[in-house]
């Protein structure tokens, strides 16, 4: 028995309703998303929603916790031994899975995204540049000091959204090449001597 037909259909409705969801998202916040106004938007039945679903919490959930896994692994693909000093590949990987999934990136920096997704997002952005950093710019300033290097992921997190509010015009590798001029330019800044 074939089952790649059914499974093309679920993937399809999944799909479906996550687009639909970034789109309510855009006009309103979560609390205030029905599913009946949710199927109605992408035209499903409510039950088709129920097979997947049990809210509209549990798929916001779903959706949150898969990119944070899909950027988890693309982080894990790109250890900083293997970067050579230059994080132009890492970079490019995460803004060609932004670039695929648009509508999760407008989600995401949107106005009524969860600020603790946010935050989580940022955490995993921090846990990352702290173990590949001193690897990557060993001696430097952005190895060792922790509030330039809150500053650059704030500023690379700041970029990412202009780059998505302005309807990501410029392409992934133009985007890596820019953050990765950003975050070299940071790395040059020489180590102030004890006691200065």
Known sequence: MNNTGD???VRKTKKALRQGLVALLAQKNLKD???RELTDAVDLHRGTFYVH???IYELY???WQEMIEEIREIFRQYPAEELSGKPAPLFRAIME???DNQD???MFFGPNVDQALARELTHLVEEKIQTDWAVLFPGTMLAR???LRAYVVEGCMGMVRRWVDTGMQESPRQMAEL???VITAFSKLSVPEEGC
């Open 104 to 106: 999760l990136c407008q």
């Open 33 to 35: 998303i029905s599913v």
């Open 97 to 99: 899975y932004a670039w």
């Open 61 to 63: 959930d779903r959706m």
């Open 145 to 147: 000091e922790e509030y």
């Open 179 to 181: 953050l990765e001029l």
């Open 7 to 9: 499974d093309r259909r």
């Open 53 to 55: 679903y049990r809210d």
